[in-house]
């Protein structure tokens, strides 16, 4: 393998640096080799821990496993990541540089810096006294409940003095593990919650958002002591799903199977002027089965990736926009979805594999959109093939490799077969360490397997804080009532645009798309996820809106707030890689992924849609997969403004019109679709004749430009 080599140009940063500064969790310490060696040997015997309970239980029950858990990973938290921000979450993307040289001076005003003889300056982070002091206190806070731990549960109606000052530094040490990792919006959020419990008795009684107020000892006990605070559902999945598909993705990584992912693709798409973008998103959906991350993906198949697209004739804003679409498309497609998917299974009380089949047929339609996208961008910029005399054939790389696809469907084959997803991932990840044994390079020796344990724990520490915080939301809402208050907002407020049951669904719809997209500009989209599901998904139930429907609708759209300007994490990662300009890459990214932000309204809005989910009779997937599919090609024609040939004004918004009649899903919206599709055609047929050149003229045009141009013409 190795059939592309990341750049090496003077002063570029590697994958891994720019994963760190873009990505959404914070940038960890550089860690000194003693302390980095400590916390490794800590998240390896965790992730012993974690696969050992899988298969025998914690005694005392759920619980007291999630504490355990929590006083592993989140003093581990206080020393991994800085207490001081390096990058804020609010800067530009465009003015990035002035931030990291500003964090690179006050860094060495810190002496955060020291020299090593044998490889030059390399910045030391090493934690200061706050951090140990903090991580210790998050010691004996997470072990306090275990001491006398039946008489604790026993104890949440009456709490004690001691128990209520253990929930309050439990609550400021979790939110400060949140500010570390993700910034300070998503703990401002939890304080404004955690006011709203406590002040909210005094609003007027008239207001539907008033309750009868709680005091601090009611607040910290639902919070530290039942299980729907931070001993709750976010908490549960990441101890349980998403620290085993962690140590899943570290071993497959480690075993080869991300870099034989990527030479695949390139492999098996060569020889014509889409092949570059093909390979792209190609790549992008197999990556991001390692990774995880949506910016991640994008950043790391960029490193490789985008030499390629320059030389295909793509332009730095073009080619990062096909790298962050495809990135944010791993974390949408089965079978590893992001993180948020295992929530979805647990509050829907339904299997993980129930949840991937209701993403399949959105993803066909994402991947479709980008494929489309791929092959009008590629004539409109002119793309050439690009052709690597030494690549080696995709069947050789299959024959050889394609043993890294069974760990894969494996995990899929358990959960057919009935087994949850947890053990399905742990069995998948000891195949995957069998298989490994096939390649000499990558075979998981000691050192290397008790690499991926390490790596595969010490990647959820940021997800842990996050889920932690996201309790207390939870935690006020459900003692509160806050999410059955805001939603008979939201009813009301879509209800002042008319008393049609239609308009009123559409109405509510849009606002929860908006209200779920600006949530996830600030905080990461597991929290955004939760957030939403506990405060916007009422809004939708109370509306007729299925339960499966609403948490996908939410969860499309919370993952895409990494490719939604202005932030768009994704697509700044991509133009760091490109060089291009930011704002311009967040549109070709958003022009890109467009299908994904308008399909989720299909399976909402009607009846119809919802078999988009795959919950009706085999006919009724085909033809709205069919219909859905034709309206995603037409959004395609008008975004990428050719069909047939260039597309003139009329015939792209006919596109437009027909693309969002066909999404509706209705017979009448559907032949209204198909009428003005037809239109937009009938219309680009009858110019390209009007205007079509002599015969003999047209060949000598081609020839000219063929000659002159070397590529074919658009």
């Not at 003692?479 to 009813?491: E, K, P």
Request: hydrophobic residues 55%; charged residues 10%.
């Amino acid at each position: 393998m190795g059939m592309v080599q990341a750049p090496s140009e003077p002063g570029q940063r590697t994958a891994d640096e720019l994963v760190a500064e873009f990505e959404q969790e914070r940038p960890a310490r550089k860690l000194s080799p003693a302390v980095s060696g400590a916390v490794s040997a800590v998240c390896a015997v965790l992730s012993v821990f974690v696969l050992y309970a899988i298969f025998f239980p914690v005694a005392k029950g759920g619980q007291y496993y999630l504490t355990l858990f929590l006083a592993a990973t989140l003093p581990l938290i206080f020393l991994t990541h800085r207490g001081t921000v390096r990058v804020p979450t609010w800067t530009l993307p465009w003015r990035r540089g002035d931030a990291a040289k500003n964090a690179d001076e006050a860094a060495k005003e810190a002496g955060k810096e020291t020299a090593n003889g044998a490889g030059g300056a390399v910045r030391r982070d090493d934690p200061g006294w706050l951090d140990w002091m903090l991580a210790a206190c998050a010691l004996a806070v997470c072990l306090y409940p275990l001491l006398e731990f039946d008489a604790f549960i026993e104890r949440r109606q009456l709490p004690t003095s001691l128990d209520v000052a253990m929930g309050i530094a439990m609550i400021v040490l979790v939110l400060e593990a949140c500010r570390r990792t993700t910034g300070w919006v998503l703990p401002a959020f939890c304080t404004a919650f955690l006011l709203y419990a406590y002040y909210g008795g005094l609003l007027p009684y008239q207001w539907s958002l008033a309750h009868g107020g709680f005091d601090i000892d009611a607040i910290t006990a639902h919070f530290f002591m039942s299980t729907d605070g931070v001993y709750g559902v976010p908490l549960n999945v990441a101890a349980t799903y998403i620290v085993l598909f962690t140590i899943f993705g570290a071993v497959l990584d480690i075993s080869g199977a991300g870099k034989f992912f990527i030479d695949l693709s390139f492999a098996a798409f060569r020889g014509s002027r889409s092949a570059p973008g093909r390979t792209v998103t190609a790549a992008g959906f197999l990556l991001g089965t390692v990774s995880g991350s949506g910016t991640a993906t994008a950043v790391s198949l960029g490193s490789v990736a985008w030499p390629v697209l320059r030389r295909a004739g793509y332009s730095k804003e073009a080619g990062g926009g096909v790298l962050a679409a495809a990135g944010i498309g791993a974390i949408l497609s089965p079978p590893t979805l992001g993180a948020a998917a295992f929530i979805i299974a647990e509050y829907l009380k339904t299997s993980y594999l129930t949840v991937l089949l209701y993403a399949l047929v959105p993803t066909l339609l994402y991947y479709l959109g980008i494929l489309l996208a791929v092959e009008i961008d590629a004539r409109k910029h002119h793309a050439r093939p690009v052709v690597d005399d030494e690549a080696t054939s995709a069947w050789r790389l299959l024959g050889r490799f394609g043993y890294h696809f069974l760990s894969l469907f494996m995990i899929i084959g358990f959960m057919a077969m009935g087994l949850p997803p947890f053990r399905a991932v742990v069995y998948a990840t000891a195949l995957q360490f069998l298989l490994s044994f096939l390649d000499p390079r990558h075979r998981m020796t000691p050192r290397r397997l008790y690499t991926a344990l390490a790596e595969g724990s010490r990647s959820v520490l940021p997800v842990v804080a996050t889920c932690a915080a996201a309790g207390i939301i939870v935690a006020v809402v459900t003692q509160t009532g806050l999410g059955l208050n805001l939603a008979s907002v939201i009813v009301d407020a879509a209800g002042l645009f008319g008393d049609n049951a239609t308009v009123e669904l559409v109405v509510t719809v849009i606002f929860a798309a908006l209200a779920v997209s600006v949530l996830g500009l600030a905080v990461p989209v597991t929290a955004s996820f939760i957030i939403s599901a506990v405060i916007i998904a009422p809004a939708l139930l109370s509306l007729g809106v299925s339960t499966p429907e609403a948490y996908m609708f939410i969860f499309y759209y919370a993952v895409l707030s990494e490719v939604s300007p202005p932030t768009a994490l994704a697509a700044a990662a991509a133009a760091a890689i490109t060089g291009g300009n930011p704002m311009r890459t967040m549109v070709a990214t958003w022009k890109y992924s467009l299908p994904a932000f308008l399909v989720p309204f299909a399976f909402v809005l009607t009846d119809n849609g919802s078999q988009l989910l795959g919950t009706g009779s085999l006919t009724g997937v085909l033809w709205t997969t069919a219909v859905s599919a034709l309206a995603v090609a037409a959004l395609a024609a008008a975004t990428g403004g050719r069909l047939l040939g260039p597309a003139g004004p009329a015939e792209r918004a006919l596109c437009v019109a027909a693309a969002l009649c066909l999404l509706y899903l209705e017979p009448a919206a559907i032949t209204a679709g198909l009428i003005a599709l037809a239109l937009a055609v009938g219309m680009r047929l009858l110019r390209r004749r009007q205007h079509s050149p002599a015969p003999h003229a047209a060949g000598h045009g081609l020839q000219a430009e063929a000659v002159t141009e070397g590529q074919l013409p658009s």
